[in-house]
């Protein structure tokens, strides 16, 4: 894959910024201030990990575009779109310097213009740590803090062509990688192996992390959220791959079922095949549902609807779905009481399941787009119920 592929265009990072603030103005806010995360890669394309030293890019209302970081990082966060860009100016500050302290001295009423007033709250980003969050409350005391996501959510939930294209490109990496793992050897081995063997696979893809590889194998594939274990696959049973990473920092999340036969071919047993085919047209049935203007939790209760009427209801203890971008479980979610229309764009995972405790679970995960005329499905590998050797 060539590197300009894997890239987000400088200019989207301008038209970020300022669609950013035109949610601050519609808000009220005095501005945001966004620490490191998917809030900060999302506006300025630094990409990091929170520590103890603050790092915070500081958008007022109106003026200039403050990025607050300590000194070590200063040419990191030079080397940004944004501020390579011209839309943000780099304040280093020292090891004994008090970030927060600076940072207040920007909300400080001789620094806006704008004439925003001290009771305007301020946006802080849903990421930022408490220690950082209670040095600013007490810097800033009296001020109202409110989370900046009532003005990122909307921004973030509908994807721009290159985001709809880095999440294509994760969802085919790891289609490839549930394949691969579906028709190589299981039987005899762990749980573990054949997640370190699927986190390899997905940075041979071109992934730059594997963030999860869930296997569960027999009663394991009950249970949602299993890691995987040192349990040894067995021929005559299901196993449950949900594998996701991030890839130039979109993320991938993909679950297949599976049975393993083994060399004997042990068929299914008849109960199973048919919750598989029940989940099978859950997961159908929800995707069928979706295109702009539906709203989000009709998404769930299409797929929760066939798998009551089918008798299973109470076994499938989940929402059918979360958003997927910067982060692998985000805004819209699918579920009961989101009202959230869905506006062309909007990327999440439609993944109902079956679960029976002690025994065997089915899930199946797809990554869906709305686009203007119905879903647009991100990942392709087969949706049949595989009976493979293993
Ligand atoms: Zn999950
Ligand atoms: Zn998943
Ligand atoms: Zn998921």
């Not at 009771?119 to 408490?130: K, Q, T």
């Not at 992934?207 to 949602?224: E, K, M």
Request: aromatic share 6%; with cysteine.
């Amino acid at each position: 894959m060539s590197e300009s592929a894997r890239q987000i265009p400088a200019d989207r990072y301008a038209a970020r910024l300022s669609a950013c603030r035109e949610a601050i103005m519609e808000r009220r806010f005095a501005g945001v201030l966004i620490g490191v995360g998917p809030d900060l890669r999302y506006v300025t394309g630094f990409v990091g990990e929170p520590m103890e030293r603050i790092t915070l890019l500081v958008v007022p209302r109106e003026g200039p575009v403050s990025f607050v970081v300590p000194h070590l990082e200063a040419q990191k966060a030079g080397a940004t779109p944004l501020v390579r860009g011209g839309l943000a100016e780099v304040i280093p500050f020292d090891e004994t310097d008090d970030a927060a302290a600076l940072v207040a001295d920007l909300f400080a009423p001789r620094q806006l213009a704008s004439g925003a007033a001290a009771w305007e709250p301020i946006g802080l980003s849903d990421r930022l740590w408490a220690m950082h969050v209670l040095a600013l409350q007490a810097v800033l005391p009296g001020r109202k803090f409110e989370p900046a996501s009532a003005v990122m959510r909307d921004l973030r939930q509908v994807k721009d062509a290159d985001e709809a294209r880095l999440l294509s490109l994760a969802a085919a990496a790891a289609d490839r990688t549930v394949d691969a793992i579906a028709s190589g050897r299981l039987v005899g081995r762990t749980e573990a192996e054949i997640s370190r063997e699927i986190r390899g696979r997905l940075i041979d893809e071109g992934h730059d992390l594997a963030d999860f590889a869930i296997v569960g194998s027999g009663p394991n594939s009950a249970s949602p959220h299993h890691d995987a274990s040192d349990r040894v696959i067995v021929a005559g049973e299901p196993i449950v791959l949900d594998i996701g990473g991030t890839l130039a920092g979109y993320c991938s999340d993909t679950t297949r079922t599976v049975w393993v036969g083994g060399e004997a071919g042990v068929a299914p047993e008849p109960e199973f095949v048919r919750v598989f085919e029940l989940v099978r047209e859950a997961q159908a049935k929800a995707t069928a549902v979706v295109r702009p203007g539906v709203p989000a939790e009709q998404v769930d209760a299409a797929a929760r609807a066939v798998i009551s009427t089918g008798g299973y209801g109470e076994f499938f203890t989940h929402r059918v779905g979360h958003g997927i971008g910067l982060e692998v479980h985000e805004d819209p979610y699918m579920v009961a009481g989101n009202a959230t229309p869905l506006a062309p764009g909007m990327a999440f995972s439609v993944e109902p399941g079956i679960y029976f405790p002690g025994r065997w679970g089915v899930r199946l995960e797809n990554i869906v787009m709305c686009a203007p005329d119905g879903a647009s499905v991100l990942n392709r590998s087969s949706l049949d119920l595989r009976v493979v050797r293993g």
